[in-house]
């Protein structure tokens, strides 16, 4: 019952839209009409003739209505139709057998019209031979601007599409490429996570275990979200905790940390695994290859239209420039890889040293609230 209401409804709107649409189309031709009729008026008046002048418009009436009736017919083949490289002159002949047939049904018809409608009632025969004299070469020109102008149409069209799968095209593949750099980064920091947990093996087996069961939770976490290119900083710091902990039960008191992120940006989209790239990279040069005590600084704050993180260590020193430095490691140099596919080059990542020790890794993205986040961590952190 309610699908019969509801066709009920649209009937009247559907007539609607066809009857503005053939309103519309019968003023142009109108419209058309009038100003010839016009030029027809101004041409009496410079050079007067026997003809009244009510009359002008009426001829124009008959001549340019006649070609509206026959127009949709080249409008229609136009569309059916199309000029191609296989097909053109098999069309070419059937558009120009058409607009023949069509001509000489529109100049019949005038000759008709003007028989009935002129008060001197020309014979037939004189209306027609007027009207072959008069509109010939004109029906014909309007069947073939009408053709061209679908086929104008076409070929705007198939560019617009052509645009359209081109930039889906460019999005998969940027998709695509972002992923495979994304999936690169999960074995990478297994593999870093295990092989802490076999070195406390021999001598923490306590500390191995509970080592174990932070990176099943981190990694239960991180793999669900595994569809998602950003998430909001809230989340991606909570699971930076889950990973700090990891890292501090691996080295103990040589480690400390610190965190300063401004409340006002938990809202805003990061990359997925940006702070654990960058914290492990710190980790690895840092308190990984040299003796001694360390601490990873983490702060992120914003910066005008720009959402700035900077990830820092005390025992560590670029011997070499950035260039040759991200080149050397996947962490980073993925890293780079992603922020340039997923922000189009307004994002930078650069690396300087501190004084009078220490590396500091500041990436720069735009500022954006993230509209719809991945499920909430707590979820998974019970």
């Known amino acids: 019952m309610a699908h019969t209401v509801h066709e009920r409804r649209a ?6 839209n066809k009857a503005v649409l053939w309103l519309s189309y019968m003023s142009i031709w109108t419209l058309v009409a009038a100003l010839l009729a016009g030029q027809s008026y101004l041409g009496h008046r410079v050079n007067p003739s026997q ?15 006649t070609r509206a009736v026959f127009s949709p017919v080249a409008v229609w083949l136009a569309l059916r139709y199309r000029f191609q490289a296989c097909n053109w002159v098999r069309v070419l002949c059937l558009q120009l057998s058409v607009s023949v047939v069509l001509d000489a049904l529109a100049l019949l018809v005038m000759a008709t019209l003007r028989h009935w409608s002129e008060p001197s009632r020309p014979s037939f025969g004189d209306a027609l031979k007027q009207s072959i004299s008069m509109h010939t ?22 560019a617009r599409q052509e645009e359209v799968r081109s930039a889906s095209l460019q ?47 981190l ?35 040589r480690l400390t940390t610190k965190t300063q992120v401004d409340e006002s940006v938990l809202d805003c989209a990061v990359p997925h695994l940006i702070l654990q790239t960058l914290v492990e990279n710190a980790i690895r040069h840092g308190i990984g290859k040299h003796p001694g005590k360390d601490e990873v600084g983490v702060n992120v704050r914003r910066d005008g239209d720009s ?20 080149q050397q490691g996947i962490g980073l140099s993925n890293m780079q ?33 993230l509209a719809q986040d991945a499920p909430a961590v707590s979820e998974y952190l019970r």
């Open 51 to 65: 003809r009244p002048l009510d009359s002008y418009f009426l001829v124009e009436l008959e001549v340019w209505y």
């Open 171 to 217: 999005g998969e593949l940027a998709e695509a490429r972002l992923t495979v750099l994304k999936a690169q980064l999960h074995p990478h920091f297994l593999f870093n996570a295990l092989h802490s947990v076999a070195t406390l093996l021999h001598e923490d087996v306590h500390a191995a275990e509970d080592l174990l069961l932070r990176l099943s939770s």
């Open 337 to 369: 890889s992603r922020l340039r596919e997923l922000y189009n080059g307004k994002s930078s990542l650069l690396l300087t040293n501190l004084t009078p020790r220490g590396v500091s890794v500041t990436v720069s993205l735009p500022l954006r609230r």
């Open 11 to 16: 009937t009247p709107l559907a007539l609607h």
């Open 137 to 158: 070469a004109l029906n014909f020109l309007v069947y073939w601007v009408l053709v061209g102008l679908v086929h104008l149409w076409h070929y705007y069209n198939d």
């Open 219 to 253: 990694l239960r976490t991180m793999l669900d979200d595994t569809h998602f290119q950003e998430i909001s900083l809230r989340r991606e710091i909570l699971i930076l905790d889950w990973h700090l902990g990891i890292e501090r039960v691996r080295y103990g008191d």
């Open 307 to 326: 959402l700035k993180i900077e990830v820092t260590n005390t025992n560590s020193v670029l011997l070499v420039s950035q260039q040759e430095t991200l």
